[in-house]
């Protein structure tokens, strides 16, 4: 992305000229302090909030130039954990981390092995008729991140994934995140936990009031 | 993980996702909704029908008229005397009038009996009574009937009913105000409660949509969803509402005595077109506000 900014009616100037650069297959954190604009970035990146200015790129297309299908179609190849879950309450476990599945157009034949199969590799395969209210915090993170995933998106978006867990559960989430790098999703995770930073050496992007103070190693735009 | 494949067309899946949030509000709805519309169905209907018993009471009195005829004294049989011989030959000669009828003495007694009571005596015998209906279409000159009356039977009096009319127009002037009024502020508030509680359910959605977008859902498909869950929950309660409020006026109809079959020929297509107006309106209303909010929610999206 390049020169971005963001305006909320409400308030100007929430990030202000902008410009990163994840590569393909990368894991970067973006950090700063609360308030800083890590939400807002994100959103900006899976397109839930226009840019005021400048030039955002996903997937190498500029996103101006997309219809709002296209759109649609970009965003059903991310997955994005949001920092508060936004888990459906009235859906069984298995249905939230299903919905993606259903609504995107990519429904197939075997997605319910691959729905329980998913739910296995997070630790929650006993949890699949569960309604999301009855797990714990930890829990809640690890269905979020399943249903971020189910459509095997080529970029991840993670808010604070590691935020309402102790530090061991933080480190078993990463880990759980690392390994989908590994199998090739770029993986970008928002965080102000200086024990994550320490423990994983991942380039990270550093916002301060909005600004990028210190783009991590590659410095160049997605 | 791998690679998703691209430029996977987008088919909708056919079945609701159930994913309307606040399922307290859901299970609301239609019972709002219903009772929404029993009460306007209910209301407009006997407001309706005040009116109709207003408008018939009127037809009968705009029809009937009477013919007072003073007779000579000393006749063994009032139909034999002269004047009223001439003054009915004058009304058949009539062109516009029906069922011209002279009332047997027991008839003429009851009904001006009590009013002359004390002028009567042996110079002054009960007068006779014709009663006769106009025909409708026909329009007979009041003023030119009395003149003629008059030259063939001096001292005679045609009533019109013109003080019953007059009362009976008023009132149904004011009932028809009424009725439109109370019509008017029903639709106002049906509508405008369906599009409140329709609104604020749709703003508890915003959550929801962006989970749906993220997940790389197309607008029309999120419209769909919600448009057709709310459409669904709309056409349940305001059916049943518009439903039982129909019914609750069919019984009160087939049970009071005096059912006119005029009544239910007019009273029953209004019935069920009040009933239709209401139940569309809310439905509609429905839908077009969730569709307006979802898709003013999609628009703050990129
Ligand atoms: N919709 C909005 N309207 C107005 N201002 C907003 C809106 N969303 C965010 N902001 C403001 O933008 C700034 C950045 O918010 P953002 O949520 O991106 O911060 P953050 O870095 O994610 O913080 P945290 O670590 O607490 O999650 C905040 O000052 C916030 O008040
Ligand atoms: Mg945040």
Not at chain 1, 59 to 86: E, I, N
Not at chain 1, 142 to 148: C, D, G, P, S, T
Not at chain 2, 235 to 242: K, T
């Amino acid at each position: 992305m390049d020169q971005i900014s963001v305006d909320f009616p409400a308030r100007l100037g929430v990030l202000q000229d902008v410009s990163l650069r994840v590569p393909s297959g990368g894991f970067r954190f973006v950090t700063g302090a609360s308030g800083a604009g890590k939400t807002t970035l994100l959103r900006l990146m899976f397109l839930g909030i226009q840019p005021s200015q400048g030039r955002l790129e996903v997937f190498g297309r500029d996103t101006r130039k997309l219809s709002r299908d296209q759109k649609a179609l970009v965003r059903s190849r991310l997955g994005v954990v949001f920092q508060d879950f936004r888990l459906i309450d009235h859906l069984s476990v298995y249905d939230n981390v299903a919905l993606p599945l259903r609504v995107s157009g990519k429904a197939r034949k075997g997605d319910r092995d691959y729905v329980h199969e998913l739910l296995h590799w997070v630790g929650l395969g006993e949890h699949a008729d569960v309604r999301p209210e009855q797990l714990s915090g930890g829990q809640k993170q690890r269905v979020a991140i399943a249903r971020a995933v189910i459509n095997r998106p080529n970029l991840l978006l993670a808010d604070e994934p590691t935020g309402n867990v102790d530090d061991g559960i933080g480190i078993k989430l990463m880990r759980l995140l690392e390994e989908l790098n590994k199998l090739g999703t770029t993986v970008v995770v928002a965080t102000h936990s200086a024990a994550l930073l320490e423990r994983f050496d991942y380039p990270a992007i550093h916002l301060e009031g909005g600004r990028v103070k210190a783009a991590g190693q590659s410095g160049a735009a997605p | 993980m791998p690679e998703a494949k691209s430029g996977v067309h987008h088919a909708a899946p056919h079945e609701p996702l159930l994913i309307f949030r606040g399922q307290a509000v859901a299970r609301l709805l239609p019972v709002l909704l219903g009772l929404m519309s029993l009460l306007a169905v209910f209301f407009v209907l006997q407001s309706m029908q005040r009116l109709f018993v207003i408008q018939s009471a009127l037809r009968v009195a705009d029809g009937e008229l009477t013919v007072i005829v003073p007779t000579a004294p000393g006749l063994p049989d009032t139909t034999e005397d002269p004047a009223l011989r001439r003054a009915l030959d004058v009304l058949e000669a009539t062109v516009g009038l029906t069922r011209i009828r002279t009332l047997d003495e027991a008839a003429t007694r009851r009904l001006i009996g009590d009013t002359l009571k004390a002028g009567l005596g042996a110079q002054v015998p009960l007068p006779a009574v014709i009663t006769l209906g106009r025909t409708p279409r026909v329009e007979v000159s009041m003023t030119e009937l009395r003149r003629v009356l008059e030259r063939a039977a001096p001292g005679s009096v045609l009533d019109d009913n013109a003080a019953l009319r007059s009362q009976l127009s008023a009132q149904r002037l004011a009932e028809a105000g009424s009725t439109a009024a109370l019509l008017a502020v029903l639709l106002l508030v049906v509508s405008a409660t369906t599009v409140l509680t329709i609104s604020q359910s749709m703003d508890l959605q915003a959550p929801v949509i962006e989970v749906l977008l993220m997940s790389g859902a197309p607008d029309r498909l999120i419209i769909r969803q919600f448009t057709g869950f709310v459409w669904r929950l709309a056409l349940l309660g305001a059916g049943l509402g518009a439903g039982t409020g129909c019914g609750l006026q069919l019984l009160l109809w087939l049970r009071s005595p005096a059912s006119d079959p005029a009544l239910t020929a007019t009273l029953l297509p209004a019935l069920v077109l009040v009933a239709v107006i209401i139940f569309a309106l809310i439905v509609l209303l429905a839908t077009v506000t969730t569709r307006w909010r979802v898709t003013g929610k999609l628009r703050q999206s990129f």
